[in-house]
Each structure stands twice: as C-alpha cells, then as structure tokens.
C-alpha cells in the first residue's frame, strides 16, 4: 500500500472540516483575547487528556471485539485503535440491506455503536466494562458504497460517562460520502454482577 | 393458542403504564375545564387518526419487509401490522451479541427501526416509500432473552414527516422486560429516483 | 373547580392511547403464555417500583424547583409532584417565542427537561443531586395555545442513571394538542464538590 | 480589539480538534488510495457546497432572529452569520439557572437551536421559513461561565431536510469549556399557511 496520508487526510477532515474555519472572532472582549494570549499550555491538552490507563489499550479493545459475534456476522473488522478513536469498516453485502438495497441503517448503527464503544473503553481502567447508554443517529445519505468506514471518537471522557462521536463513510468508486453521524453516551461499569471486564 | 388477552395487555401495559395513571388534575382553571366537559368527540379519535390511505397496506408492508436482507440475515420475522403499528419478533442467538453475550444494541436497533419504518409506512400513500431520518435508543437493560418482541408505533403522522415510539422487550422465562425504548422520524419519498416505491 | 378528572383522564390518555390498543398477541407460542397466565404478580409492580427514598420527596422537589430561576423568568410553576411524575405548567407569554411566534422550542425544552429531571429526583436518596445527562426533542406540531403542559415520567429508574419520557401539550381554546415529546438520561450525583444536593 | 485570530482559532479547534488527528489510514485497498490520489477537486468542496441561495442572507437571518422574542428575554445576541454557520453569545445571568446555579440545560438549549436554526435557514430559499423537527443535546458539563457561545453549523442541506451540528462553550475567567453539543434535524417550509418566511 503506497502513500494513504493524502487519502487519509482527506477523510478525516471531510465533514468536520467546515466546524474549523472560523476566521473572524467578531465579539469578543478585550479582556477575554488578552487573557488567552499569554498563555502556553495548548488548550487541547487541557481539554482532551485522552491518556489511557493500561498500556494494553489496543489488545484490551482488539480482545473484548473478537467476542462481539454479531460484529462477525455482519463481516467487519476493526481497523483502527487509538487512545479514544477506533475504526471499523464493513464491506457492502448482499444480505445487510433495507428494502431498497443500502445498507439497513440499524447495520450502519451497529458498526458505529462498536466504534464508539470501543472509543471510550480505550480509556477505561483494566478491569472496567463499557455498556452503551443511549446513542442517536442521524442518517444524512442512503449507505451506497462498496464499504463503510465507522469511526468513533471520545468527545468527553469521564470516570463514569464518555460521550462520543461517531461518523459512518461510504467507501467505493466515488468520492467518500459521509452517511450517517452518531452521538452516543457510554458507561464504565466496575465489579457488577454478570457483566465480565470488557 | 388459548387465551393470548391476559398476557397481551400486560406486555402493552407494561411501560406505558406508568404514563396512564394521572388521577388529580391538580391546576386546571375551571374555564378549561368546562371547556372540555361538554364535548362529545373522543380526544383520541381527532389526535389520531391513524387512517391507512391503501386497503392492502398490510401487503404493501410485508412485500417491503420481503425485500429487507438484513432482517431476514438476523432471523426476524414479521408478526403484526396494524394501522400505524408494525411488531418484530426476534429469537436470541448466539452470533448476534456483543462481548458480554447480550444481544448487541445495534441488533437491537436494526428491528425496532424496522418496525418504526414500517409503522409510519403503513399510513403513507401507494407510490411512498420510506427512510429513517434519524432515531435516538435509550438503552434500559442488557439485552438478555430468549426472544425479543420489538414493536413501532406513530405518535404523529404526517404528510412529509412521521413521529414513531419504539419499544423491545426481552422475553422468556422471565417477565417480560423493557429494554429499549426508540424515537425516530421517518420521511416519505415519493418520485425519487433509484428509490422504488416500498 | 369542578370534576376535573374526566378532562385530566382525556389529557393523559391522549396520545399514549394508541400504544395501548392491543388486542391479539398474535405470534406468542403457547408455552410463553402458559407461562405468564399463572403468575399472580403484576408485571408493572414488579418492572416499576416507583417507589420514593424519602418520604418528603414533594418537599424536596418543591424546595429545589424553587431554586430554578430560569423557570421563573419563564412563568412556570410546578403542578404536581407524583412519585416519578411531576407536571409544570407554562402561561404563554409573547416575549417566549421564535419568529414565527408560537413557543421557543427552547423555552418547550426548559419545562419539560425540568420535569423530567424533577421526576427521576422524587425517587432519588436525601443527599443526590440530579443532573441531565443528555435529552432528545421531537417537535410535532408549532407550540401554540393559551398555556402548556409540561410532564416527566421515569421509564427506567436506577442507582446512578435514571431514563425519562416527557410530553408537551399546547392547551386553551382548543383540543389539548401534543406539540413535543422527549427521551432524557438523568444522573444521580452524591458527595460532588461545587454540587450541593437538590 | 486587538488580535483576536489566535483565541478564536483555539476555541475553533477546542473540541473538534481530536477529531481532525488522523495519522495512519490502515486498512485501506491500493485501489482506493490511487482512486483518490489523481484527483485534483477537493473533497470537502464537493461535499459541503455551503452557497447560500440569495445575497442578502445575513439580512435574513439578522431579521428572523430580531423577532425571536425568548433570546430578547434571554439576553443573547447573533454575533456572527456565515453560510450555514451562525453564532449566538450569551452573557450569564442569576435569573437563567437551574438549581444549582449553573445555566439551565434547556437555556443553553434555546441558544444552541437557535444558532442551528439559522445557520441552515442562511442557505434556505428567500420564501422559506425554518422550523425544528427534532435536536438532541448532550450535557458535557456543568454550564459555568461569564457568557456562552453558541454555535451552529449544517453538516447536510437539503431541499426538505438540514442537519446541523451545534456546539455551547463556557466562557470567562478560564479556558473556554466545551459544556454541550447539540445534533438537529431542521426543515424548510415553503407555502404555508400561518407561517410566514422567515
């Protein structure tokens, strides 16, 4: 495989990319720049410390996923695990579609609600499990494509709640299309009855 | 089969049950009170009218759900259309989980969707078809059962736009137990290309 | 005021009604009616034990609802505070609206996400404080009317994650009209820094 | 005001920002990848051709929102109109909190639909008029601040359906704090009667 930074790149800037352009800053007080300006520590670090607690994330994550059967029937993989961002895809199949042959949106959910999942239980302590709490989709496309790319991101970590984004892209002869976005709340459960770590 | 009644109403009073029991009316003025108290037409039947605009609207439904791969994929079937409510029925198997062996909470999206979809399709025109917007799922309990009953009904039909509730239930030996609950909005299509009818 | 209550029992049936017209149970094997037809236990006693922790929970519902300056402003008051149901009422005021002026939906939110959270307290310990995790609105029809009647029910109550539905009804001179509906994760905080209990 | 460009490019990347580090693009087929490299148009023109459709859009939305009664009541003001991206402020005040003192979720609600509302109705025809159909908020953290900012941005037009996504930060005295996010699903009404443009 040759040189995927340039198509990557692309993808991951594709819809997000209008929330970053903003130019002007009408509207703010003086005081509110000048108390910015002098200041060293990137935001980013103080707002997203996506640091995970055991060293084996990826294992962690890889593990708990080859026991999600359904994920296996559908024929996904996951693709991608970095601290409180995971990727799945899913090639297109005959047999995973709604009445007019894309891909059924509770299929699309699924693989993004693993994405998610496995997003924030990236950041979990080693004996934590993760449960989804609620998510909601929005379906902005029929999924036509030869494959999809789920991707799930940490938007705000917590020791019991970490919400996360997803996005669904499809894949093919034609440009990426994003499909589907996902918000979703997860909860780490520790010590409860029934439910092993994972 | 003998004497379904019993259990039915109690699996359809199950939830909404706590949403019925209203008994003091505390704060009404007297006008709107009054107001009310002399009219003869039940509140239900203006709010309501969740009139099929097909004669084979249970057709139309079944022939489109023929046409779902993925519901067929999973092993679900059909069980009941009526106007502006459609019920999945789902058996339990191991290769739909996700890590703890619960059923996965996209597999459980994928059939209560579906019955959503297919209760607003229920109402809609002859050349309609129809596609989820979007949908939000309170996830209440692991999704452990034998079997689960997912079951879509219109709150608010529309010309363009359709208001479901959605519900699943985990059933078996033990009661039934609630444990999901769906919104969605659902769109009608009509003469839109690569979109057929359905 | 005069017998409210076939009014109030028309406002609380009005749109939960349809989900419970069911009448077949089609679809059941035998085996899982028979097993359901010799309990004596009710279902809903056993699924919803709505049962308050302390017995001043109107109390301590009035005295944090009185807290609630934004609420307030609005004009709202709190109706009625049942064990995991409460009920705020909101006069329209012109100076509440958008555009087109019918209600802000949301100024909608504000009462019916106040509700809910009050609801999912009534059920909470002395010392919890309850905060919205997240809610989802379905705006169904332009809020307009003399006054609004705001509900919170708990479907799911829990330890640390309670899940409600909430309703909006534009009410005066006309049939009292669903205008919005809402799904809401509320949490129970205890022992929080900066959060006192209410 | 001096300088404001380095603030407002760090609030702009706030929360976002982890969303844009995508570094490896495993998994991807060489196919996909040479499909990708030969093309000279960029993908995010393709995907998110925000062109309004009449000239005077901020007009427009400066207008609508002039009649938006609960944001005169509330204190905001619009502070920023681009295509498909509006920005409301918001200045804290004692009387638009919860119980807690922090600022009512359905407050932060009402600023952030707003914003969403306008930033699809910018790209909206000059007859049409917008409406929610639904949104959904996650409540990241306690609302403490000076002021707010609201932003809203369309991730999808349609003819019929817009998606927005929205996004409320804590501002003042310490780093601007992502406190909510908001995913929305507006429609465009055109003809109607009893709603005039706008």
Redesign the interface.
Known sequence: ??????????????????????????????K??S???DRSDP??G???P?TPQTPDFRERVQE??G???????LGA?L??VEP??V?I?LPFR????????FL????V???V??ACGYAAFSLMPADA?V????????????AKGEWFLARG????PGR??T?C?GEVFA?G?H????VA?M?A?M?TLQDRP???P?
Chains 1, 2, 3, 4 share one sequence.
Do not use: C
């Not at 790149?9 to 990319?17: E, H, K, L, Y």
């Not at 005959?94 to 042959?101: E, I, P, R, V």
């Not at 449960?131 to 029929?142: D, G, Q, T, Y």
């Open positions: 495989m040759s040189s995927p930074s340039m198509y990557s790149s692309r993808v991951a800037q594709f819809w997000w990319q209008s929330l970053l352009l903003f130019e002007t800053g009408k509207g703010y007080t003086e509110e720049v108390k910015l300006s935001i980013v103080a707002a997203n996506l708990s996923y026991k999600q059967t359904a994920l296996a029937l993989h693709a991608k409180g961002e990727e895809h005959a047999d995973l579609t709604q009445q007019h042959g059924h949106a509770g299929i959910t699924t693989v609600d693993s499990s449960l989804s709490v609620e998510f909601k989709m929005n379906l902005l496309a029929p991101k940490v938007v705000k019991t709640i919400v984004a894949m002869d440009e990426p299309k994003l976005t918000s709340t909860i029934g439910i092993s994972g």
